[in-house]
C-alpha cells in the first residue's frame, strides 16, 4: 500500500515568490493534515481537513498561506508570497477519520516525507 | 505555555544503556498520548500510544502520570538504531471523538555510541 506523497521534496525560491506543495493522502483516510516542522523544533498544525472540509485552521496564517482539498482526497497548500521566515519543512499527514473507527485504537498519523522549503 | 514540552536533549548514551525521556503537557483534559520517532531529515513516525496503566513493546516502556501530567518513555539495552529524535505527542480530544488536533513536543534528540 503506497505511503502519503509529496511533491516537490525540495523547493528553493527567492522570497516574495509563490510556492505550492503537494499532498496525496493514503487511500481510505479521510483526515488529512499539513504540519510546519523548523530545525529542533516538533511539528505545527497548519490545517486539518475531514474530507473536503477544514475543520481546523486556526494555525494558518491567512494573509499569506492557502490550502484546498477540492475533493477529498488530495491537497495543496500555498504560500504566496513566500518571506524568509516560511523556510521549513512542510509536512502532510493522514490519519482514519475517527479514533475509535481503528480497531486497535493507535491513533496513528502517517506522514509524508516533507518538502523542504528555502526562501532566499 | 506550550502544549508540551521536552527537553531537547542531547542525550548521549553507550550502547546497552538505559535511558529515560519526559514530557509534560499543560492540559489536564488531554485523553490521548503517543512517542513518535524520527530519524534525522526524515518524517516522524508512531513508536507506541501511552496508555493510562503504562505498556510495553520490547524495550521500550511508556508511562504516564495524570496527577503530574507528564509521560516517560524507558529505553532499555539501547542500540546503535535507536539513535533518533523521540516526540511527546498529545492529543487533547476526548477517546472516540475525531483524532483532532495533536500537540507535538520539540523532541528529544538520543545518540547511542559504540
Known amino acids: 500500500e503506497a505511503g502519503v506523497v509529496q511533491s516537490p521534496r525540495y523547493k528553493i525560491i527567492e522570497k516574495k515568490q509563490p510556492v505550492a506543495f503537494w499532498c496525496n493522502p493514503i487511500?481510505?483516510?479521510?483526515?488529512l493534515y499539513w504540519y510546519l516542522q523548523n530545525l529542533g523544533q516538533g511539528p505545527e498544525l497548519l490545517i486539518r481537513?475531514?474530507?473536503?472540509?477544514?475543520?481546523?485552521d486556526s494555525q494558518l496564517p491567512k494573509d499569506r498561506f492557502s490550502a484546498e482539498r477540492l475533493k477529498g482526497v488530495d491537497s495543496t497548500l500555498k504560500i504566496q508570497p513566500a518571506e524568509l521566515g516560511d523556510s521549513a519543512v512542510y509536512l502532510c499527514?493522514?490519519?482514519?477519520?475517527?479514533?475509535?473507527?481503528?480497531?486497535?485504537?493507535?491513533?496513528?498519523?502517517?506522514f509524508g516525507e516533507g518538502s523542504r522549503l528555502t526562501v532566499l | 505555555r506550550k502544549e508540551v514540552e521536552q527537553d531537547p536533549g542531547p542525550f548521549n548514551v553507550p550502547e546497552g544503556a538505559t535511558v529515560a525521556f519526559n514530557c509534560t503537557y499543560s492540559?489536564?483534559?488531554?485523553?490521548?498520548f503517543f512517542w513518535y520517532r524520527q530519524d534525522c531529515r526524515k518524517e516522524p513516525k508512531l513508536l507506541m500510544s501511552?496508555?493510562?496503566s503504562g505498556n510495553e513493546d520490547g524495550r521500550f516502556t511508556a508511562q504516564l502520570n495524570r496527577a503530574s501530567q507528564y509521560i516517560s518513555l524507558l529505553i532499555r539495552d539501547s542500540k546503535l538504531s535507536d539513535s533518533a529524535t523521540y516526540l511527546c505527542?498529545?492529543?487533547?480530544?476526548?477517546?472516540?471523538?475525531?483524532?483532532?488536533?495533536?500537540?507535538f513536543g520539540r523532541g528529544t534528540q538520543l545518540t547511542v555510541w559504540p
Open positions: 492540559n489536564s483534559a488531554s485523553q490521548s
Open positions: 499527514a493522514s490519519s482514519h477519520t475517527r479514533l475509535a473507527a481503528t480497531p486497535l485504537n493507535t491513533g496513528e498519523l502517517f
Open positions: 505527542v498529545v492529543n487533547p480530544t476526548d477517546r472516540g471523538s475525531t483524532l483532532g488536533r495533536l500537540y
Open positions: 487511500s481510505g483516510h479521510n483526515t
Open positions: 501511552v496508555y493510562s
Open positions: 481537513y475531514e474530507n473536503e472540509e477544514a475543520v481546523d
